[in-house]
């Protein structure tokens, strides 16, 4: 199984990506294999609002969220972490969720959906959030990133994380909120083992 995590931080090793990547261990010891992406280091072009996805379903921009897509679609869990901005999730998060859009499959022709089984090429997948900041936005913004899983038809199997911490220095999440350090290790865990038991389900039902 794999879980792919996505660091909506500006910053290089930021107290969300901090957090991420203590869940990704915790999916690494259920068995998961993990990848990290640093949304920093991705040059994603503004959606356009062009809908043609509407009519092929495909992101007619040629950047490098065409390398993404097929790693979002490979993954079995997605755990997303974005550090608070003017009281949501980052610029970051944003621009790479509305790249997304493509993936909820809203195909249509004559004005009705194409795709009837599933709305989502991402439908199933199970995923959860991690949000950082100091005061004000902290539980709107993880209400952001949840809100983003949940249109793309990812289930969300943890209530997500709301760390907070007044220091602005790198790394002092883990002297403030020790707690979300253990949380997001555990989420991590969460998150795979819900992938083992959707596993185990599919295949009795193949059975059946």
Partial sequence: MKVLGIAGSPREDGNSTILLKEAL??????????????????????????????????????????????????????????????????????????????????????????????????????????VTGRRRGVQSALETLNYCLTILRIVLVYPGIAAYCQGLEKGAIEKEDKYAVTMAREMGGVVARFIEKLRAAEALASKA
């Fill in 25 to 130: 261990k915790g999916a690494e010891e259920r068995g998961a294999e993990t990848e990290l992406i640093l949304l920093r280091d991705l040059k994603i072009t503004p959606c356009e609002a062009c809908w043609t996805c509407l009519k092929t379903g495909i992101c007619k921009i040629d950047d490098v969220m065409q390398e993404m897509y097929p790693k979002l679609q490979a993954a079995d869990g997605i755990i997303v972490a974005s550090p608070t901005q003017f009281g949501s999730s980052s610029a970051l998060c944003h621009l790479f969720f509305e790249r997304c859009i493509c993936l909820a499959r809203m195909k249509v022709e004559d004005g009705k959906p194409i795709h009837v089984q599933k709305t989502s090429v991402l439908e199933d997948k199970v995923g959860a959030a991690i």
